[in-house]
């Protein structure tokens, strides 16, 4: 089972990180380029624990939809979210947040499956997991930037 592990130092406040990566408006606006949508469940505002969203958007190519739920949540230290439907046999996203000198520590744990057996495991290897990784990358340091600016008032 692929897991990328990703640390970012945030110059903020820990609550402000932390609804930040609630927010599903800072996600649309993260990934404008691949049409991503909240099409269901949650699609505006801070997700909640027992919440779902079901996002659509254009990765790799493909038009797909993915459903996640956050299944764990303590205010301002950690949340998890889940798929419970979409593209993956399954993957677990993990959100932690530690308060440091001068500001966030913000580490995010993604574990998947692919589908597929063997190709999955062979997709994984050529391309799946760098790409993930990339793009879990670009939604942390988006958050970081709006964080560390005004901006976060456009999504809080």
């Known amino acids: ?93 993990s959100h932690h947040f530690k308060k440091i000198e001068g500001g966030v520590l913000m580490v995010d744990t993604f574990s998947y499956a692919s589908p597929l057996g063997p190709l999955g495991k062979l997709a994984d290897l050529l391309f799946l997991k760098r790409y993930l990784r990339r793009v879990l990358s670009k939604r942390n340091h988006f958050i970081k930037k709006v964080a560390e600016s005004e901006q976060w008032r456009q999504f809080l």
């Open 1 to 93: 089972m692929p897991t990328i592990y990703l640390k970012t130092y945030i110059q903020s406040s820990v609550d402000r990180v932390f609804d930040l990566a609630r927010s599903i408006d800072l996600h649309k606006a993260t990934f404008v380029e691949h049409n991503e949508k909240a099409i269901a469940g949650r699609t505006t505002g801070l997700i909640e624990i027992g919440e779902t969203v079901t996002w659509s958007a254009v990765h790799l190519g493909v038009r797909q939809q993915l459903t996640s739920k956050v299944t764990s949540l303590e205010k301002h230290n950690l949340f998890t979210d889940e798929m419970v439907k979409g593209p993956f046999k399954y993957f677990v996203h």
